[in-house]
Nanobody
Framework: QVQLVESGGGLVQAGGSLRLPCAASGRTSSTAAVGWFRQAPVKEREFVAAVSWRGGATYYADSVKGRFTISRDNAKNTVYLQMNSLKPEDTAVYYC??????????????WGQGTQVTVSS
């Protein structure tokens, strides 16, 4: 089992920044990567970014490329999503997940409870 806890969400003005940590515990060695997803009201959950535990390979959705950065601290078992130049359309509940290195939610076995990010215009 892997437990994931997100934090760092909140209300920010457009153009601002937030950093979301995802603290992982348990058998993280059983997973290849951590991904961030988001879900806005009445929308499907969408991929944001992912990073592999080993090697640190990263992948981003086109909508966040150049604005968001995913990174990991293996010693702390924590993955960070640095979000800059935030836009109102970034408003969503953000989830971190552990599993395979993929853009697809079905490839992730473990999920956090989510943290709300609201960007005001």
């Amino acid at each position: 089992q892997v437990q994931l806890v997100e934090s760092g969400g909140g209300l920010v003005q457009a153009g601002g920044s937030l950093r979301l940590p995802c603290a992982a515990s348990g058998r993280t060695s059983s997973t290849a990567a951590v991904g961030w997803f988001r879900q806005a009201p009445v929308k499907e959950r969408e991929f944001v970014a992912a990073v592999s535990w080993r090697g640190g390979a990263t992948y981003y959705a086109d909508s966040v490329k150049g604005r968001f950065t995913i990174s990991r601290d293996n010693a702390k078992n924590t993955v960070y999503l640095q979000m800059n130049s935030l836009k109102p359309e970034d408003t969503a509940v953000y989830y971190c997940a552990a599993g395979g290195l993929s853009r697809y939610p079905r490839e992730y076995d473990y999920w956090g409870q989510g943290t709300q990010v609201t960007v005001s215009s």
